[in-house]
């Protein structure tokens, strides 16, 4: 049986997480027990918003996706190139749509993988096409995202609250400490190949190469560490992000 297989039926045993930390972090930062809960209606995930990669040598990706408004969008992307690209932006056929660059891009010149993640919040419903424009030519490319709703409006930091970028090899992880009650937890793994999500993660897009998102609806208090994972061997980049409900 592969290793692959073997952490994949781990995972669906429930035999804690899938390699990594064995500890549900659903608790204070300090350490102490917090009571705030979510004001407003929970988060919910609504669909995929962009599942693709491509390995045709470009700078650009497009893609198409549906949205409703007002709804949180966030996406992992990737490049695959020797030299780390200094920028990367998504625009949008419809000129309302802002997406907001989260963290770094992170990675490495000797996997050549890189990657970081990109926010919005809808302006409207509808069908879009989008590009994702790199600063440089990318040997692959990668787009995994999600879409909330429930979540805050405001956008930007406020929205997309906490994030981390990992670049690794082996099991992909990531970790951020909420600020707020109920926060929505989301990760993606890219440069696989991915075989498994964290326990108490839902799978969400595959982009048919072992790249994938995942996400997280908690009622966890804030100042939750809360972590992220996939189960993975091989060089990769993970990037999670911690949404905000409404209030």
């Known amino acids: 049986m592969s290793l692959r297989v073997v952490l994949a039926a781990l995972s669906l045993a429930g035999c804690g997480r899938i390699g990594f930390d064995a500890e549900r972090d659903a608790r204070a930062a300090d350490g102490s027990a917090t009571t705030d809960t979510p004001a407003g209606a929970p988060i919910t995930w609504v669909r995929t918003f962009v599942q693709q990669a491509s390995g045709s040598t470009s700078q650009t990706a497009p893609f198409t996706a549906t949205a409703n408004a007002g709804d949180a969008i966030v996406i992992h992307v990737f490049c695959k190139t020797a030299t780390q690209p200094t920028s990367v932006t998504i625009s949008a056929q419809d000129t309302l749509w802002s997406f907001v660059r989260l963290g770094s891009i992170v990675g490495n010149t000797t996997s050549m993988h890189w990657a970081t993640e990109v926010g919005a919040i809808a302006p409207a419903s509808g069908s879009v096409a989008f590009l994702v424009t790199w600063s440089g030519s990318c040997i692959e490319t990668i787009e995994l995202g999600d879409e909330f709703a429930n979540a805050d409006p405001t956008g930007g930091a406020t929205t997309f609250e906490a994030h981390d970028e990992v670049n690794g090899n082996g099991n992909c992880t990531g970790s951020v400490t909420t600020l707020h009650a109920g926060d929505a937890i989301w990760s993606a793994c890219s440069g696989g ?39 993975d061997t091989g060089d990769n980049v993970a990037t999670t992000v911690a949404i905000r409900p409404a209030s």
């Open 193 to 231: 190949p991915v075989s498994a999500v964290d326990q108490g993660f839902t799978k969400s897009a595959d982009d048919g190469v072992q790249d994938w998102s995942e996400y997280e609806l908690t009622t966890d208090p804030a100042g939750t560490i809360e972590d992220a994972g996939f189960a």
